[in-house]
């Protein structure tokens, strides 16, 4: 009896010490946390064609590498390339704005005044002056923000080459041991392997789902927004196309980000055919890839209403960026799991009350 006190403050000090430790582990890992989460990602992608390979070689560490080499090929040199071309094409935006805004001052003005000039918008009494000032103030500011990226970009390509190195050293170890590392980790966790196996399978399937469903989604979008653009004459539609691409993780707005103002411009700019097929094509065939397909798609993976998909991906992006598409909706799945499973205990413990004397 007198042993008790002790031995609760024994346990106070021993989660006290635990809870300092874990925190401190998470501050070490904090700058590494997406290159991490990444390498998780794509070794459970992945993970199939590792199988394979071990089952054949029986070798772990040569499947490991065969399958590190396949991600190489497969994913990351195509999208370096591709970034590397984006980057060429925006300094190439950049400097042909730079050197012309004299030109791109007259031009808006010109398509004000005809704006002002219409029939129907004359009646409305439009400030030509102050909507000229203002979309040359948009102007300079999109060149800007355009400036102030790609000086980010190179300024931090140190860190990103460390974070890129990190992720492909924790996907090779994350491939070649991930049994065993789920094993441990369910193992030392101090919550049922049940619900850890759960809650693992909730957040790899979600994760995947999302990965995958977005990128077919905005590849196809990406590439009929550039191939609409290249029919109706539009420059450097490879660089549209892949910012709808990216624009594309952004839930039933993404892409007519682009191609709505596009088809617009070239409509008070004089190009009529030319404007109405970008603002039809858009309406009809790019926006209905998002509209269709997303929710059929994502919400029959992870089994998520489309409403939560949308505000957990805008909450994800919002809060850690790119990565966020896929972490809003981890996060949201993850809590929908959680509070399946509070019901599902709760509804044992009344049932073990009612059957109790």
């Known amino acids: 009896m007198s042993r008790a006190p002790f031995a609760s403050f024994q346990n106070v000090i021993f989660f006290a010490f635990l809870t300092i430790v874990t925190v401190f582990l998470g501050y070490l890992l904090k700058p590494f946390f997406f ?27 040569l499947s490991a590498g065969l399958t590190l080499a396949s991600v190489l090929v497969a994913m990351i040199l195509p999208l370096g390339l591709l970034v590397s071309l984006l980057v060429a094409e925006a300094i190439d935006i950049y400097a042909s704005v730079h050197a012309s805004t004299d030109d791109w001052v007259a031009k808006i003005q010109d398509i ?50 460390l974070q890129f190195a990190v992720m492909l050293y924790c996907l090779y170890y994350f491939l070649r041991d991930s049994d065993r590392l789920v094993d441990i980790f369910t193992r030392y966790l101090p919550v049922d392997r049940r619900h850890t196996i759960l809650f693992i399978s909730e957040f790899l399937t979600t994760a995947k789902a999302t990965l995958k469903f977005t990128f077919v989604i905005g590849g196809l979008q990406g590439f009929l927004g550039g191939l609409i653009f290249y029919i109706v004459g539009i420059e450097r539609a490879l660089v ?18 682009i191609w709505a103002p596009a088809g ?17 094509f858009g309406a009809v065939v790019i926006s209905s890839v998002d509209t269709l397909l997303r929710p059929v798609l994502l919400g029959r993976d992870i089994r998520m209403h489309s409403l939560l998909i949308f505000l957990s991906t805008l909450g994800g992006l919002s809060l850690f960026g790119f990565s966020g598409f896929v972490l809003g909706p981890v996060i949201a799945s993850l809590f929908l799991a959680i509070w399946k499973l509070f019901a599902e205990l709760y509804r044992q413990e009344e049932a073990q009350n009612q059957d109790s004397p």
């Open 35 to 61: 290159a991490i989460f990444w390498a998780v990602l794509i070794a459970a992608i992945f993970a199939p064609l590792n199988r394979r390979l071990t089952l054949r070689f029986k070798r772990p560490n």
């Open 112 to 161: 004000v005044a005809s704006l002002g000039s219409h029939p129907l918008l004359a009646e409305l009494q439009i400030n030509e002056a102050f909507i000229a000032e203002k979309s040359i103030e948009v102007l300079k500011a999109g060149s800007d923000f355009l400036v102030r990226n790609l000086t980010a970009l190179t300024s931090n390509t140190v860190v990103f080459l």
């Open 240 to 257: 549209w196309g892949v910012l709808m691409l990216g624009l594309s993780v952004v839930p039933a707005v993404g892409c007519s980000l």
């Open 264 to 280: 617009v411009i070239l409509l008070v700019s004089g190009h009529i055919w030319q404007g109405l097929t970008v603002l039809i």
